[in-house]
């Protein structure tokens, strides 16, 4: 019966073996388990190897097993020279980049940095598992460079746990651990990685000041309108927040590296507005938000304004397909507002923009309700006006761009057409057909949950809209055209 057990033991643990083997070449992102599971074979074939050391003893007493005894003594030589040699290339490798332009070959400053790492930095890749390869290919050059390099590939989708309490809202994000210090970045180039390892060794923390005195957004408030959750999101990134009263300082500090205007209800002294612009001159960076105002008799913000359009191309805006409804939006806002942004092309689909604009890499987006619409549930993006020319009934308190800007207007639409010719008692049959089923509540709340809205139009007034749309939108397409 123990024979019976051990032999069982012994083909469980050349099968332990086999399985670590092909994890190790074919799913090299789960390797840690291949080690566990060769150990595993191992110690079980060892069992069955001194379980049955009476039966291995008398095969090796005969002459002949003696000859096969020395073949194999020999075998198992050349075994163990090449396991020596793996083991010592494993920790002892040499490397070499043949590519004429150095493609697999890190910088002098990177290596230099990386050199005078004193202590161990856990690296840890947060992406999708199929997405591992590239974070691994480059992460193995800093392996090499620097043993105090270790890195972690994790695949939020599997390990949301992990992800959450890392605060994780984004895939490609590479989060740097040293010394108590963390800092992420979430781009695999080498200057993005590089310049993570710097922040995350230096412990150099960036300040960003908010304005005050002006009914500013407060940085440190719970509130509703409060921005402590951006203060506290700013301090996960490694910067420090202050309150700045330009009206009681003669010029923004040094130490800002940012300096932000968040949502202000009256404008800024003359002298507030100099010590900004002294400020840009010198290479500063500001981040201007000019909420809508709450009523129509609200005072208006003409020294921020100016400073504003003094700024073109500094503030910009993520487009997920050049000619889309959402694209000649954002053409029309810069032609109506006197504005010029800077456009940040995606080929993929919202999706990417929506994760840039999310991290703070591109300031805004304009997109269609069920683009964005999980994005916003989710937390990620903050809405800050609707192109319709209605406020949303799901969002009450979100304004419309017309209450800043009178007579702006972009939404999509559809129309019920029929051929040129067919008889006025049909079109007007169809069309109140149409107006009662576009009337039913239940119709309307199936509707809305998509983010459309339907409206009745009688045949005079459909062709009074599209005209209206046309004379909107022909400019927009004609100056895009010239570019």
Same mark, same amino acid.
């Given at each position: 019966?123990?024979?019976?057990?051990?032999?069982?033991?012994? %083909?469980?643990?050349?099968?332990?073996?086999?399985?670590?083997? &092909?994890?190790?070449?074919g799913f090299p992102a789960k390797d840690q388990y291949g080690s566990y599971l060769a150990w595993a074979g191992l110690v079980c074939v060892l069992a069955y190897t001194l379980g049955q050391w009476r039966e291995i003893s008398a095969v090796f007493g005969g002459r002949q097993a003696r000859y096969g005894t020395l073949a194999g003594v020999s075998l198992l030589v050349v075994l163990?020279?090449?396991?020596?040699?793996?083991?010592?290339g494993?920790?002892?490798?040499?490397? %070499?980049?043949?590519?004429?332009? /150095?493609?697999?070959?890190?910088?002098? !400053?990177?290596?230099?940095?990386?050199?005078?790492?004193?202590?161990?930095?856990q690296v840890t890749v947060f992406a999708r598992e199929q997405d591992f390869q590239p974070y691994m290919d480059r992460m193995k050059e800093y392996e090499y460079a620097s043993k105090q390099i270790s890195t972690q590939y994790i695949d939020p989708e599997k390990k949301p746990l992990v992800a959450k309490a890392n605060q994780i809202t984004q895939f490609g994000t590479v989060v740097f651990n040293y010394k108590n210090r963390s800092e992420r970045v979430t781009s695999n180039s080498e200057q993005d990685i590089t310049s993570g390892i710097i922040k995350a060794v230096t412990g150099q923390q960036k300040k960003v000041y908010f304005t005050q005195g002006h009914g500013e957004h407060d940085p440190v408030s719970a509130e509703r309108d409060g921005y402590n959750q951006a203060a506290g999101a700013l301090g996960r990134e490694n910067y420090s927040t202050d309150k700045l009263v330009l009206v009681q300082r003669a010029s923004v500090p040094d130490d800002a590296a940012v300096v932000v205007v968040a949502g202000p209800k009256i404008d800024f002294y003359p002298a507030e507005i100099d010590a900004l612009k002294k400020y840009l001159a010198k290479g500063g960076k500001l981040l201007l938000e000019l909420d809508p105002p709450e009523k129509v008799d609200s005072p208006p913000l003409p020294q921020l304004i100016a400073l504003a359009k003094k700024q073109p191309g500094t503030i910009s805006i993520a487009l997920t397909g050049i000619g889309r409804l959402t694209h000649l939006t954002g053409e029309l806002l810069q032609a109506r507002a006197d504005i010029k942004l800077l456009p940040v092309p995606y080929t993929r689909g919202p999706a990417s923009a929506l994760g840039d604009v999310a991290t703070g890499r591109v300031s805004m987006i304009i997109e269609g309700y069920?683009?964005?619409?999980? &994005?916003? /549930?989710?937390?990620?993006?903050?809405?800050?006006?609707?192109?319709?020319? !209605?406020?949303l009934p799901e969002f009450p308190d979100?304004?419309?761009?017309?209450?800043?800007?009178?007579?702006?207007? *972009?939404?999509?639409?559809?129309?019920?057409?029929?051929?040129?010719?067919?008889?006025?008692?049909?079109?007007?049959?169809?069309? *109140?057909?149409?107006?009662k089923v576009v009337g039913d509540p239940e119709v309307k709340q199936k509707l809305a949950v998509t983010g459309s809205y339907p409206r009745a139009m009688t045949p005079s007034e459909a062709l009074a809209f599209v005209a209206k749309e046309q004379a909107t939108w022909l400019p927009v397409l004609e100056k895009f055209s010239a570019k």
């Open positions: 019966m123990v024979k019976r057990i051990l032999s069982i033991v012994g %083909w469980i643990g050349t099968a332990l073996v086999f399985v670590a083997v &092909a994890i190790r070449f163990g020279i090449l396991i020596a040699v793996n083991y010592i494993a920790r002892e490798n040499k490397r %070499w980049d043949l590519t004429s332009n /150095k493609s697999y070959s890190l910088s002098d !400053q990177t290596r230099n940095i990386l050199s005078k790492l004193d202590s161990p930095m069920s683009g964005i619409i999980g &994005a916003v /549930k989710a937390g990620q993006v903050k809405l800050i006006a609707v192109a319709s020319p !209605q406020r979100l304004p419309t761009v017309a209450e800043t800007i009178p007579g702006f207007a *972009a939404a999509g639409w559809l129309i019920l057409a029929a051929p040129v010719g067919t008889p006025e008692a049909i079109i007007g049959k169809a069309s *109140a057909d149409l107006a």
